[in-house]
Each structure stands twice: as C-alpha cells, then as structure tokens.
T-cell receptor, first 111, second 113 residues
C-alpha cells in the first residue's frame, strides 16, 4: 500500500491564482481530512469527509473548497490564492478509530 | 469547542535527563494520539491511548491518559539527541458519527549533548 499520497510536494502561487492540491489513499478508508500547519502551530482542520459525496467544514474552511466523488480521492481547491494561505497542507485518512494516516505534505507559498 | 493545550511549547534538555510533556484538553474524549514531527517531514504516529488509565511505552517514551482529568502526559526517560523533534498531542473529537482530530500547538524538544 502506498498509504496517503499528496501532490505536488511544493508549489509557488501568485496572489489571485488558483490550484488544486491532490490527495489519494489506497487503504479504502472512509474518512479523509485536509489540515494546514502554520509555523509554530499545530494542525488546523480545513475540511473533512466521512465518505464519498459527503464533506463538511472544519475549523478554517474560508478560501478553500473540496469534493469527494470517490473513496480514494479528496482534492482541495484554492480559489483566488492569498498570502494568508501560505502554509504546509497535510491530507490524512482514517477508518473508524483505527488510526490516522498522514501524507507527506504540500508546501505552498503565495506571493 | 474542544481546546487542546500542550506545555511546555519549547523544551531544551540535556542528554540523560528526564522530562514530561503535558497535554490538557477541554471536553470529553476517550481517544488521544501522540505524534512526532521532524523538520520538513510528516507526522509519525507514536501512541494511541484508547481508555482511561492507558499507558504505553516505546523505548525512552511513555505516554499515559487520564480521561477524568482530561490530561495526557508524554514522559521522556534519559533523553538522547535523536529524540529532538516536535511532539504533538491530538484529541479525537467524535461528533455525530464523524471523527476528527484536534491538535495541540506542539512541543519543540531539543536534546543537547
């Protein structure tokens, strides 16, 4: 199993551009999550999904959108990128209390 | 709203010494996780604590959970340089059938020779 795979690993965006962060998992987990991590801070939940077709907002959803058409994929969309979205983004998956698996992260810089 | 507080946020210690990191949380939860993160890396799962009184040990690290006090501790015994990293506790907030983790801010541990 590859686990949780995130692409790209690094990205630089200009203010106002948009992009999609990709996340895929091959463990058939029902839950998937997007977190962001700012320097010196813990991870904050952006959006999560309890299964295909079902998504919900986390703590910091503004400026982001998600979709989950299949169990495996959970992309995060940034529209109109802003400097405040400069962060490291982690995707994670879990299965009903069996533990959380994190991807390797995407480092995003918005200038 | 669940709040998770870790202390200390920064810890500098000498090799061979012992220390404890504390994780307090504000609402009821029966599941708590400890993670390690090295600079520029992802999160590595250290411990999953599933019930009151749970204690787990791996090498020089030992974690415990007191759900009544809403407190978990991560104890470091005879620290070595390789333990230098940032340690996060995360509390499982299961609501309405959906589970998610709420993280503390992390404790940056530096072990000096």
């Amino acid at each position: 199993n590859a686990g949780v795979t995130q692409t790209p690993k690094f990205r630089i965006l200009k203010i106002g551009q948009s992009m999609t962060l990709q996340c895929a998992q091959d463990m058939n987990h029902n839950y998937m999550y997007w977190y962001r991590q700012d320097p010196g801070m813990g991870l904050k939940l952006i959006y999560y999904s309890v299964g295909a077709g079902i998504t919900d907002k986390g703590e910091v959803p503004n400026g982001y959108n998600v979709s989950r058409s299949t169990t495996e994929y959970f992309p995060l969309r940034l529209e109109l990128a802003a400097p405040s979205q400069t962060s490291v983004y982690f995707c994670a998956s879990s299965y009903s209390g069996q533990g959380f698996h994190f991807g390797n992260g995407t480092r995003l810089t918005v200038t | 709203e669940l709040k998770v507080e870790q202390n200390p946020l920064f810890l500098s210690m000498q090799e061979g010494k012992n220390y404890t990191i504390y994780c307090n949380y504000s609402t009821t939860s029966d599941r708590l996780y400890w993670y390690r993160q090295d600079p520029g890396k992802s999160l590595e799962s250290l411990f999953v604590l599933l019930s009151n009184g749970a204690v787990k040990q791996e090498g020089r690290l030992m974690a415990s959970l007191d759900t009544k006090a809403r407190l978990s501790t991560l104890h470091i015994t005879a620290a070595v340089h390789d333990l230098s990293a940032t340690y996060f506790c995360a509390v499982d907030l299961t609501q309405g059938g959906s589970e998610k983790l709420v993280f503390g801010k992390g404790t940056k541990l530096t072990v000096n020779p």
